[in-house]
């Protein structure tokens, strides 16, 4: 079984936390690398850092690994997720959301801060 890095909403919870990663059915296994980072699409800029020590502080209490362990997962993911959005075609309808998604995950200022 994998490392479980975010703090997932529980399976028909109807009052999560609004950082909890998942939906009403839970979070899918293999997933959770997506919706950790749909979430940070629709967070406002002064939200990331809390949002992100949300997470940083569940994986320290499961004693997964270590700080350096999670930044360099959350690091990993962002970066391969603003790949995928460079590799999008520029003039699809879709193109100002990819812009919109890269410069937030370019401007997570506790991912760069921790660097």
């Known amino acids: 079984m994998g490392l ?4 997932s909403r ?4 109807f009052s999560p936390h609004p950082f909890d990663v ?12 997506n919706h950790f980072l749909l979430k940070i699409y629709g967070l406002e ?20 690994g270590s700080a350096k362990d999670f930044l360099a997962h959350v690091w990993y993911i ?5 790949e995928h959005f460079e590799r999008k075609k520029p003039f ?17 200022p506790v991912v760069h801060r921790h660097a």
């Open 45 to 64: 800029k002064a939200d990331f850092e809390t949002y992100y020590t949300y997470h940083l502080d569940y994986f320290l209490s499961t004693k997964q």
């Open 22 to 33: 998942g939906n009403i059915l839970g979070l899918k296994r293999g997933y959770g690398n």
């Open 92 to 108: 699809s309808s879709e193109h100002p959301r990819h812009v919109s998604n890269i410069e937030k995950l370019t401007r997570v």
């Open 10 to 13: 529980k399976r028909f919870g």
């Open 78 to 82: 962002v970066q391969k997720q603003i």
């Open 4 to 7: 479980n890095y975010f703090k």
